[in-house]
């Protein structure tokens, strides 16, 4: 059809309605869409389509792709140009590139989605010898070195979809495109069979390129009939699912939700709901999914062994290895290239650089050597991809200059100092030992050990770590959002996917969240875990984040991370990561750890019965307390409370602090009473937990240490301890007095501990029950018991706390409610900030 005889101003919404009738979308989606790929065909537009177009698999407003092949792209510049023209005029939003045969080899070498764009093609009109020679291109880049590394790289994008859009099959709001066991892990099948083959699917007329596929594999017969068959029909009903999202919202949609599940149902006449048909939709990504694993697999082991031990070491004619130096013989510049392929050898012999080297790298710098090319962005990605001496080389390349001439803005963070913090290093150093620590990691046999040896790609977390402060020259307070967007424009131009980038984004991004949920606010509080978990769409997310955060904590300063900051970390892990796999809300898991064996508790103690344990549990207003403390604990609280003793303290001795718990009857500023007692016996206190009892019998624990030597307590303390509560408890110990005293013992200590001056931080936070006052400050003796007895004569009661020592800063927060057992009104907020300053000025 010449371009004169095209119909003008087609109706593309109307073109759909009549290819796509509801009655026949539901008895043969899949056929649906071939007659839609057909109908686009005979338009005639594109010399080759692309996508689902090249497929026939086209669903109502998927994208239409056509490429256009040319041997000479400037000689047919102005025909391609009017070609083009002449389908908007056509008024078709086609997406169409224009290509040439060594298009191929470079996007198999640079670009995977484009070069599996490549693979997928079909011819519809022009130059049929083109075409040809394009196929024939095709076949010929197919090099068993290039076979190996595509199928890596398909297997190495396969997971991170599944990390951006999901890595279950039975997401509750899946992707019906991207998620794991989704449309896009079927066409993945069939890369993975052209890769194996060396050749595209030749379109037979009649057939989709999934029947093409199927008719294969059904002739090869690598796997069960049965299993084969399965495949096909689960495929088919997510084409038609994926026809109805698209035809009910009126536009391209692949989102699942919960609203489009109860239409979709609705339409196929599920009669029992939207569950039924949501469990033929698992089903069917299942069995998608197991194919998968098994087509990987087979074809992992039939057509790609593993290279030679031997390729490993790929020294070329610029450099060579003597002993563990790395020279060059180039000793006069050297090309970005060739410097960050010096780096990446440095790295993967675990070699030195010759002094020679060293001066031939800085002098080329100053020449102005470093641009960033795709060799160079190549090497940089190999480096950050090494199994070892990521950290080694990078100092190297810090050292030499390179890692700030690379990356202009961490040469903006080289020896930026942040005033009043708890940093003892410059930015650029933490950062740079934060990927140390985190490379450490695996030769660990840890958590976090085998976490990090489990990642499939060190490399963002690597890049994560470079960019989580990379913006704190620009704004302190909005490093995290900032870094993130200059991760994004870096990650560009390295030739990032946008999953890849979007993984840094958000470990850069959300870099301070864990630590902040884990030193600041309740781990037994549903609402804590419900919000927190809510950030993450998998737990490769949730790993990788715990990797960054204890890597950056552990990079502050020697001191910082210490094993109660651990097991807080580890502990709001364990949580979030079984509330992601489990797919339950934080409610139903802190119930199920917090329902206790009575008979357990019974086993205890022969002075109880099963009546005194009922009445406890039964005595708290939430799970909490149960969930905190063990069997064992709760036996002997019951004993004490029994005992009728006006004060108990209990005392058990931990790795690094020292547990201590106060039972007694609930008193007007009890909480400051009890951090009073505390500090005149020299005592830190790190973490308060507080129960109440419907009886107003309060069960407060609290971690502690010695003030002086940040250890455990000496056993000969809890004497002297305990009966300074007993007689708080009895009115005969004057606080006030003591503190008096021991303030003039103190003031040496203060001036050798506390030498940095700060800025005093009060923060409002609302919760569905509590309202959470965050206090961030320069430590001081008596810190806690000043703030709290303010916060008393406040008329705030205190219901949970919990306390953070950041070097010699202090971060405190506080869940409080009013005398009325309301939350805070908003109104108050300038009132009590204004007192909290005041209170603790005066202390400083």
Not at 575 to 582: A, F, H, N, S
Not at 663 to 687: A, Q, R
């Amino acid at each position: 059809m010449a371009p004169d005889d095209r119909k003008t101003g087609i109706d593309l919404i109307k073109l759909v309605r009549e290819i796509f009738p509801l009655d026949e979308m539901i008895r043969n989606g899949l056929g649906c869409s071939y007659r839609f790929s057909l109908e686009i065909e005979r338009l005639n537009f594109a010399v080759v389509s692309g996508g689902s177009l090249a497929r026939r698999e086209l669903a109502p407003f998927s994208d239409i792709d056509i490429t256009i092949i040319t041997l000479d792209s400037q000689a047919d510049s102005d025909s391609i140009s009017r070609f083009v023209t002449c389908m908007w005029d056509a008024g078709l939003e086609i997406s169409h590139t224009v290509r040439e045969l060594p298009d191929i080899e470079v996007a198999a070498r640079e670009d995977l989605h484009v070069f599996t764009s490549l693979l997928e093609t079909s011819f519809i009109c022009g130059n049929e010898k083109v075409y040809r020679k394009w196929l024939e291109a095709i076949g010929n880049v197919f090099t068993p070195e290039l076979k190996m590394k595509i199928f890596q790289d398909l297997v190495d994008d396969m997971e991170r979809r599944y990390q951006k859009h999901g890595a279950s099959s039975k997401m509750l709001e899946p992707n019906v495109k991207l998620s794991n066991g989704g449309l896009r892990d079927f066409q993945l099948l069939e890369w993975i069979y052209i890769l194996a083959n060396a050749r595209p699917f030749i379109r037979t007329e009649g057939l989709s390129q999934s029947e093409l596929f199927i008719n294969a594999i059904f002739e090869e017969k690598p796997f069960p009939i049965n299993e084969i068959t399965r495949l096909l029909r689960s495929y088919k009903f997510l084409v038609t699912v994926r026809n109805l999202l698209h035809l009910t919202a009126n536009r391209k949609n692949d989102r699942l939700d919960f609203d489009a599940q109860v239409t979709l149902a609705a339409i196929l006449e599920y009669r029992t709901g939207f569950q039924a048909f949501m469990k033929d939709y698992y089903n069917a990504t299942v069995v998608v999914n197991r194919f998968l694993k098994s087509f990987l697999k087979r074809y992992s082991k039939l057509l790609f062994p593993l290279p030679s031990s031997a390729l490993a070491i790929n020294l070329d004619e610029n450099f060579y290895l003597l002993g563990d130096l790395l020279y060059s013989r180039e000793d006069e510049f050297l090309t970005s290239d060739q410097i960050l392929k010096a780096f990446w050898l440095k790295g993967d012999q675990g070699a030195q650089f010759d002094e020679k080297l060293r001066s031939t790298i800085v002098s080329s710098l100053d020449s102005g050597a470093i641009n960033i090319t795709p060799g160079a962005m190549g090497y940089f990605k190999k480096i950050l991809t090494q199994k070892e001496f990521v950290g080694s080389t990078l100092i190297g390349m810090h050292e030499l200059g390179v890692l700030g001439a690379l990356i202009p803005e961490f040469g903006e963070l080289t020896g930026f100092i942040q005033h009043g913090v708890y940093h003892s290093y410059t930015a650029d150093e933490h950062t740079i030992i934060a990927i140390m620590n985190v490379e450490r990691l695996q030769f660990e046999k840890s958590v976090l050990g085998r976490l990090f040896n489990t990642l499939h790609r060190r490399d963002l977390l690597y890049l994560a770590l470079l960019f989580h402060d990379i913006a704190k020259p620009i704004d302190i307070e909005g490093h995290h959002l900032l870094g993130a967007e200059v991760a994004d424009s870096f990650m560009q131009g390295m030739g990032y996917t946008e999953g890849e980038i979007e993984t840094v984004k958000f470990l850069v991004r959300n870099h301070l969240l864990m630590a902040h949920t884990a030193f600041k606010r309740d781990l037994n509080s549903p609402e804590t875990l419900n919000t927190f978990v809510s950030n993450f769409n998998s737990t490769e997310e949730l790993d990788l984040l715990y990797l960054v955060t204890f890597a950056d904590l552990s990079a502050v300063n020697s001191a910082l991370w210490t094993s109660w900051k651990n097991e807080l970390l580890s502990e709001l892990y364990r949580k979030t990561r079984e509330l992601i796999k489990e797919e339950i809300p934080a409610e139903t898991l802190l119930y199920q750890n917090s329902l206790p064996a009575e008979d357990k508790i019974l086993e205890f103690s022969d002075s109880i019965s099963p009546e005194h344990v009922k009445s406890h549990i039964n005595s708290f207003h939430d799970l909490s307390y149960a969930n905190y403390f063990s069997e064992e604990e709760m036996a002997r609280h019951i004993e004490e409370i029994l005992s009728g003793s006006p004060v108990s303290v209990l005392f058990k001795q931990q790795e690094n602090f020292t547990n201590v718990t106060i039972i007694t009857f609930d008193s007007e500023s009890l909480l400051s009473k009890l951090c009073g007692v505390f500090l005149i016996n020299d005592v830190n206190i790190h973490d308060a937990k507080i129960f109440t009892r419907k009886d107003s019998i309060i069960i407060d624990n609290f971690n502690v240490s010695d003030f002086r030597t940040n250890k455990p307590l000496e056993t000969s303390k809890f004497v002297k301890i305990e009966s300074d509560f007993l007689k708080m408890e009895q009115g005969m110990l004057q606080l006030n007095t003591e503190l008096k005293k021991h303030k003039s013992k103190w003031w040496r200590l203060e001036n050798k501990l506390f030498k940095k001056p700060g800025r005093i931080s009060i923060k409002f936070e609302e919760s569905k029950k509590y309202t959470i006052i965050d206090i961030h400050s320069p430590d001081r003796l008596g810190f806690l018991f000043q703030v709290t007895s303010k916060l008393h004569d406040l008329g705030l009661n205190i219901y949970f706390a919990k306390i953070l020592t950041m070097g010699t800063d202090i971060v405190d927060s506080f869940y409080v409610l009013d005398s009325n057992k309301k939350k805070v009104s908003k109104n108050f907020y300038p009132v009590i900030t204004d007192e909290l300053k005041a209170c603790i000025e005066e202390i400083l």
